[in-house]
């Protein structure tokens, strides 16, 4: 695994772009698995910077995203596709058509993740994932549970997570309680992974995720059985497993 300890968000955020863009640049046809949160909010504006002045084209790639809440759909401020248009499909030259995600509102969800899973795989699999986490060590809406799923799946989420999301609705009872998600074998195929991780509050899922066992209470543990991984956290988020004697 591969870490970049950077000084503050910024410096995350623009670390964790240059690398999608050395990826975009390597292979202009790539497959970009995409992820939400605040966490890569600043990279997104990075690379729609750098699309601007002009360094990097977003023309022939292709983009897949990790999850979408269920019953949200692409117009509602909260969704996932809404995030994306926002933050970076709309300010790019990207093609609206190469950007996937999960349909919230698909009337047979379990349709609608065998869809996801056999799309993924149509294009011939992710050449880099983009991943934060959540406070419990989740990745996508892979909360942790007694084993890791696979697939494409329907979630319930966690309070935690609801609780962690409530910041972006208006009343707690907005939050949806469940989401489509990528599985953790759809994830782990992806070619390289990238994690991006930011503040204090992230600096004990992180620990876990690296430094403990690897086990479906920490779904993330299992990237440690990745083989290109890269980690980049500001030095915050990476405090736990400087504790640990991994780096200084
Ligand atoms: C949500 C998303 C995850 C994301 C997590 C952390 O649960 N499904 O993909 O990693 O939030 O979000 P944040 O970056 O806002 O801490």
Redesign the pocket.
Known sequence: MRIYQEADYDAMSRRTAAIIAAEVIRKPDCVLGL??????VGSYRQLVAWQQEGLLSFGTVTTVN??EYRGLGPDHEQSYRHFMRVNLFDQVDIRPDRTYLPDGLAADPEAECRRYDALVESLGGTDLQL????HNG????NEPGTAFIRETHVVDLTRS?IE??ARFFQKKEEVPRQ?I?MGVGTIMSARRVLVAVSGAD?AEAVRRAFCGPITPEVPASILQLHRDVVLVGDVAALSGMREEGVFQ
């Open positions: 992820a939400t949160g605040s966490t890569p990790l999850d991943l934060g986490m959540g989740h990745i996508g809406f997570t962690a999301n989401a998600t992230k």
